[in-house]
């Protein structure tokens, strides 16, 4: 179809996500969705494999990278998109608000170096708005719940929607981290899901559902309305918000969140080294007693 990308998934098991190289076939022009920067916590060593990967593909077609997409401040992986930037000349884009979440995050990090203004980031965008790769035409989507800053990307039949959705047999996202929200969850859902049934969904993650052996991270507005064990068109506004407020109540926080978060809301740039040369991320220590700190 006209407008139709061509479409690359890269899965990195350690974080249970895809990243996303989008090409133009006109043009040649690309873009990276959620690209994901390698990060062994235990160690403080952070690596390039996964980023050099999509490179190396985008290069042995001679398809040129120019600009890197964030569907939110992810808590689970940090971003390899200054990597891209530096490597390609690539412009970093995420949602306007953005500047919410830095917000939110700034002071529980003591992120002095932190402006709020997304200016970290070189295009935030608005809501139903258009530009293009190439000769590619994206609309952006504001999809907050998951976080307040949530985008998804739509190119001709795709819609890259970050962690709003999952595979319909694992369901959506939590909407528990700071200025999350299940009901406004729930409403970004059902406008994506308001779209043409053969519209394609790309996933930002996959779990592997109990009883599906392999990973999958497309599906369609068809399948989801149908088959969703979250969202589905019989369930209801006020059922949904119950079911999700009450399973995040049990999930434990993601094994990367603090490192993460501290990255990702700086458009996937560390914290400024100190006079040592070394760069170190906070963790901020929370006393359930007084006296639990001597």
Known sequence: MPNSPLIKAFFDEPTNTVSYLIVDPATNAAAVIDPVLDFDAA???????????????????GQRIV????THAHADHLSAAPYFKAKTGALIGIGEHIRAVQKIFRP?????????????????????ERFNIGE????????????PADVSYQIGDAVFV???????????????????????????IRKLLSMPRETRLFMCHDYKAPGRDEYRWETTVGEQREHSVHVSDDVGEE???????ARDATLSAPKLLLPSIQTNIRAGRFPPAQAN????????????RPDAIG
């Open 136 to 147: 590619l035409e994206v609309q952006v989507r504001h999809t907050p719940g998951h976080t």
């Open 108 to 128: 529980v990090f003591a992120a002095d170096d932190l402006k709020t203004d997304g200016s970290d980031f070189d295009r935030l965008f608005k809501d139903g």
């Open 277 to 288: 040369g070394v760069h170190y991320l906070m963790i901020p220590v929370k006393p359930k």
């Open 162 to 188: 970050g962690d709003t959705l999952f595979m319909p047999d694992y369901g959506t996202a939590r909407a528990d981290f700071p200025g999350g929200d299940a009901r406004q969850l729930y409403r970004s």
């Open 67 to 70: 600009m890197v997409l964030e």
């Open 43 to 61: 160690s403080g060593e952070v690596d390039t494999r996964s980023a050099d990967a999509i490179l190396a593909a985008a290069g042995a077609e």
């Open 239 to 245: 059922a949904f918000v119950e079911m999700r407020e």
